[in-house]
């Protein structure tokens, strides 16, 4: 059976309108303006529609689930901060509205590396850099 058009435009304008609340929510977030982060039937609400559509179109449209692209929104955010500001991992967290045992333990499952590690990681990477390119 074919699907329609209009079916598959209206999925990805589910998904576009999503991804838009999501980044706004997240930039709300790091600014302060919200001091809770959204779930599914948050977004849902926002899009007015029922959250088990939200979540099975986007699964439709996109093959991934949408805590996937909150997951990795996140984790982006998250390694953006480590890497340019000296706010220590507890401040991190709190401000991603985490417990910071608890973002240590997201931060690990989606990067494979604590908080700490990254950091160090990162900063040696860039001392190293430094190096080769100074002989």
């Known amino acids: 059976m074919k699907i329609p058009k209009k079916f598959l435009s209206r999925q990805h304008e589910i998904t576009a309108d999503f991804l838009r609340e999501v980044d706004n929510h997240l930039t709300d977030i790091l600014s302060g303006k919200k001091d809770q982060m ?6 849902a609400a926002l899009l007015y529609i029922h959250p088990i559509h939200l979540s099975n179109t986007i699964k439709s449209a996109t093959g991934y689930s949408p805590c996937y692209f ?25 401000t991603l509205t985490y417990d910071p045992s608890n973002f240590t333990k997201f931060f690990k499952r989606f990067s494979g590396k604590t908080p ?19 002989i």
């Open 38 to 43: 959204f779930e599914i039937r948050d977004f």
């Open 70 to 94: 909150m997951e990795n929104r996140l984790t982006e955010i998250s390694k953006s901060l480590l890497q340019n500001s000296d706010m220590s991992i507890a401040e991190i967290a709190r």
């Open 116 to 134: 700490k590690q990254y950091r160090v990681d990162y900063f040696q990477s860039l001392s190293s850099e430094v190096n080769k390119i100074a």
